[in-house]
């Protein structure tokens, strides 16, 4: 029970920092790249109640504030799900990276709709999946290296539930998609 305890508070922090620090600073970087891209948006107000174009310290908290909340969670579904994932911490990071990808694209665009009326979708798309993939990477890395996983090997029902999962986050990101650009 203490290994568990410990292991979802390392997944936790870990994530809280990366968020902070990888998401937070991708996602204020990518969110000026978006209104360089297409300036005729200014002084338009997005889904979260910001307004483009307006470099405020305010909205800078809020993305580095939502950066650390979704370390956070993706540190702990690490933590949790890394049971299920392949023994290999390099098989481990990239089927966590693309499922995390996968879900946080399908979500964000479903959180944001009308945003991509104002925004260059593929663009925007991009910026979305290299933000949470640059931001999903490290944290199984730093998770392992904190605190090391048992030696296991998933079984079938391990590897169907992993396929599974990913199947869906990929009809998930996909449906995100053809939603945005509809939009």
Request: charged letters at 15%; hydrophobic letters at 55%; zero cysteines.
């Amino acid at each position: 029970m203490r290994w568990w305890l410990r292991s979802l508070a390392i997944g936790a922090a870990v994530g809280f920092v990366v968020g902070l620090v990888v998401g937070g600073t991708l996602g204020r970087v990518f969110m000026r790249i978006l209104f360089l891209a297409r300036e005729d948006t200014l002084g338009f107000e997005t889904a979260m109640g910001a307004i483009i174009g307006d470099f405020t310290s305010g909205g800078t908290a809020a993305i580095y504030a939502f950066g650390a909340i979704a370390g956070v969670a993706l540190g702990v579904a690490y933590a949790v799900g890394r049971t299920l994932l392949p023994s290999g911490t390099r098989l481990r990071t990239i089927l966590f990276t693309l499922g995390t990808s996968a879900f946080m694209l399908g979500q964000i665009i479903r959180g944001n709709l009308e945003d991509f009326r104002l925004v260059p979708v593929t663009l925007s798309l991009m910026l979305i999946v290299g933000s949470v993939a640059l931001t999903a990477a490290p944290v199984p890395l730093f998770v392992e290296r904190l605190a090391p996983d048992r030696e296991r090997r998933p079984g079938r029902l391990a590897q169907g539930v992993v396929l599974l999962g990913m199947a869906g986050f990929a009809v998930f990101a996909v449906t995100g998609i053809v939603t945005a650009y509809a939009a």
